[in-house]
């Protein structure tokens, strides 16, 4: 089974920055897709941040323009570079990757915007 943890999250002002990391057990090669998930509590689980095998990545509307997903090979690595954090960015951030073998999430890791 492929394993996914997550880190990074924390408490951050509004403004301030925050980079997520989430390492992967498995060679990111294998993965057709991976993405950055958030949930608060009450609403569903939403995408904010994906990336295709060949590069392509799409974002939330809400994100557009402060969030950068990226891959780190090497490390084994999917990064989500969060700028300009706002309250309502606050949420349960997810880590998931698809292969031909499965679908994979990580636990989660709360992020908190507040002053």
């Known amino acids: 089974q492929v394993q996914l943890v997550e880190s990074g999250g924390g408490l951050v002002q509004p403004g301030g920055s925050l980079r997520l990391s989430c390492a992967a057990s498995?060679?990111?090669?294998?993965?057709?897709?991976m993405a950055w998930y958030r949930q608060v509590p009450g609403k569903e689980r939403e995408s904010v941040a994906e990336?295709?095998?060949?590069?392509?990545?799409k974002y939330a509307d809400s994100v557009k323009g402060r969030f950068t997903v990226s891959r780190d090979y090497a490390k084994k690595a999917l990064y989500l570079q969060m700028n300009s954090l706002r309250p309502e960015d606050t949420a349960v951030y997810y880590c998931?990757?698809?292969?031909?073998?499965?679908?994979?999430w990580g636990q989660g890791i709360q992020v908190t915007v507040s002053s």
């Open positions: 998931t990757a698809k292969r031909i073998q499965g679908d994979y």
């Open positions: 498995a060679s990111i090669f294998s993965f057709s897709f």
């Open positions: 990336i295709t095998s060949g590069g392509f990545t």
